[in-house]
């Protein structure tokens, strides 16, 4: 179905030697081993961990001999205003339908518009300054956010449409001037990416009382012409896209243009098969896509809900098949979520509020509880009361897939009652905002996540354009609960990765227990020789941990340990066991409108031998 190899494979308890528990918990403790239940779904479905797909979930909608017919000539090029009505005119450009918009923009945003300016992760650029026609390139969260159209939904939830389809009009008539014909392949111009230019088709027509409610009718026409002409575009270069996230956008605008423009039904037979084959190949097993980005996972689940809409307007029913992706599509992205709601931050994402995803998850219908075992996917998510844990437990994107890949194997964070106590950096996506282009590659890298790091050097390669180069290949791990007297149980994960292997010979394998009340998170970082024999010498460490924003941290006078005083007034102590110095060091969050936020990091740091070493750790909630 889709290249699954590079996610992690599950190793049985006896496929590594499995050290002692770190700072003196041990199974003899009154501790019992046993794996793991799945988490139930509402209604006692039980979702079993990367749990195979039937081929119907991906099978196009049944259609007649004659339809089957229709769809392949329409591949061939036949119009299909000579396939719908070969008898008559071609009908003139117009929308069969007004889409009700499913999914509210930002008012802020909105409101900058009318103001005269795009706002993108808290920067202002001029609208009168911007080169709408792309000589000039712009920093690429705003140029996503300019030539897709993504700002209509913004101005529409600012204010009513009688206030804002004047400022919709002046942008529409700008980029039409700067973008009067469609070069005749994609990649010619960032306006003319095949994610870019059907997730703008998409818009265009949710949106399209903004664009088409004045009196201009030159106006009015150019749009309805430059529908039609998108719409051809894409028919012809859909299968050039830049990757499969951005053939799916693609897919989602023909389908849209099938359903709303006049004879459209060629064209929504060939776009529904289409989309329903690049889902199939865009989603793993358990329902995460392949570049193991939220932000992926978000942008799937958005272009769907939109594109259920356009159904909606013209009274159809989607096929099954895209309500089943969908609803495999919404328990993944859940699992990424901290006791507040919002996001965690992995390959690129930052901390997307709460009530953003909140709203995007009620928009797509799914009522479901989080997937805790997405081995496909490659998240791990531990929930204790109101301690909540996710951890990375396989290895990054293949290039093909990845657009902010991350070396961030094995990091993990932790929150207790939607505080954040341990994060990841986070924000390489929203780099051109607030936070500096060139800071994109440094947010990449593994020391912007809470793992171990060796010598300063990222345990996959972090190369340029977003992709990820050679590394881990390879991801053991191990899931079981612990069961002890008195409630007194834990959940512990252990996993090892290969991305030291070749350079210092050494395995990197992480033991993280919480126990079931949530306040205690222990955990031990091994190197392992990957060798019968270690190698001489020694080579640098650290172990980060960056900190949640608004904690306060301070050391303890023997230098192996640290206070951290939360905002919710609560009080955490994080103590060292074995080798190693603790210091404190600055670092930065992105936040969940994509802002950079000074936070610290506690880093355990010093010398190991390339014989193999283990540093034990503890996070234990005081009082």
């Not at 205690?520 to 080579?539: F, T």
Request: charged letters at 20%; hydrophobic letters at 45%; aromatic letters at 4%.
């Amino acid at each position: 179905m889709s290249d699954a190899a590079l996610t992690s494979r599950p190793a049985h308890s006896d496929a590594v030697d499995t050290p002692a528990m770190p700072l003196g918990a041990s199974d003899e403790g009154g501790l019992v081993s046993e794996a793991a239940p799945s988490e139930p779904l509402p209604g006692g479905e039980v979702v079993e961990p990367g749990r195979a797909l039937a081929l119907a979930d991906f099978a196009p909608p049944a259609i007649n001999a004659g339809e089957r017919l229709m769809r392949l000539a329409y591949r061939l090029g036949i119009p299909g205003s000579t396939l719908a009505a070969p008898f008559r005119k071609a009908a003139k450009p117009r929308l069969l339908a007004t889409v009700a918009n499913p999914l509210p923009g930002s008012k802020v945003a909105g409101t900058a518009l009318r103001a005269g300016h795009f706002l993108v992760h808290g920067v202002k650029s001029p609208i009168a300054q911007i080169d709408f026609a792309g000589a000039a390139r712009m920093a690429p969260p705003l140029e996503r956010v300019v030539h897709s159209f993504s700002w209509l939904a913004d101005l529409e939830a600012c204010a009513p449409r009688e206030a804002v389809a004047p400022v919709a009009e002046r942008v529409m008539a700008a980029w039409l001037g700067a973008n009067a014909k469609a070069p005749s392949r994609p990649g010619k111009g960032p306006a003319w990416s095949v994610a870019n230019a059907g997730t703008r088709e998409l818009n265009w027509l949710v949106h399209a009382p903004l664009i088409l409610s004045g009196q201009d009718r030159v106006l009015r026409a150019r749009i309805l012409t430059a529908l039609s002409d998108t719409a051809r575009w894409l028919d012809k270069n859909v299968g050039r896209a830049e990757d499969l996230l951005a053939e799916v956008a693609g897919w989602c605008g023909i389908v849209a243009a099938g359903l709303l423009l006049p004879d459209g039904k060629p064209r929504r037979l060939f776009g529904e098969a289409g989309l329903i084959r690049a889902l199939g190949e865009l989603v793993g097993d358990d329902g995460g896509v392949l570049s193991r980005s939220p932000l992926g996972q978000i942008e799937v689940i958005a272009l769907l809900v939109r594109l259920r809409a356009c159904y909606q307007a013209v009274r159809r029913d989607p096929p099954q098949a895209l309500e089943a992706i969908m609803a495999l599509l919404v328990p993944p992205l859940l699992a990424l979520t901290h006791g507040d709601g919002s996001l965690g931050s992995w390959q690129g994402a930052w901390a997307l509020d709460a009530q953003d995803l909140a709203m995007l998850v009620e928009a797509s219908g799914v009522r479901t509880r989080p997937l805790r075992d997405v081995r496909q996917w490659g998240y791990q998510r531990v929930v204790a009361q109101k301690g909540i844990l996710q951890f990375d437990a396989a290895p990054p994107p293949l290039a093909k897939h990845a657009r902010t890949g991350c070396a961030s194997t094995l990091a993990f964070e932790f929150s207790h009652a939607g505080q954040r106590l341990v994060v990841n950096c986070g924000g390489a996506a929203c780099a051109g905002g607030l936070i500096p282009v060139r800071l994109e590659q440094g947010l990449r890298a593994t020391a912007a996540h809470s793992t171990l790091v060796l010598d300063d050097a990222n345990s996959t390669a972090v190369v340029l354009g977003g992709k990820i180069g050679s590394g881990v290949s390879e991801v053991d791990l191990d899931r079981r609960t612990l069961i002890g007297e008195k409630n007194a149980g834990a959940t512990r994960l252990e996993a090892s990765h290969n991305g030291y292997v070749t350079r210092f010979g050494l395995t990197h394998r992480r033991i993280l227990i919480l126990r079931d009340d949530g306040t205690e998170l222990r955990g031990e970082d091994l190197l392992v020789p990957a060798g019968r024999k270690g190698k001489n010498g020694k080579v640098g460490f650290a172990i980060r941990f960056h900190l949640g924003p608004g904690v306060e941290v301070g050391l303890s006078e023997d230098g192996q340990g640290a206070g951290l005083a939360l905002p919710d007034g609560s009080y955490w102590q994080f103590r060292v066991g074995g080798e190693g110095q603790l210091t404190i060091e600055e670092s930065i969050w992105a936040d969940g409108q994509g802002r950079p936020q000074p936070i610290q990091q506690l880093v355990i740091q010093g010398l190991v031998s390339r014989g193999g070493g283990n540093f034990a750790w503890l996070l234990k909630k005081m009082g």
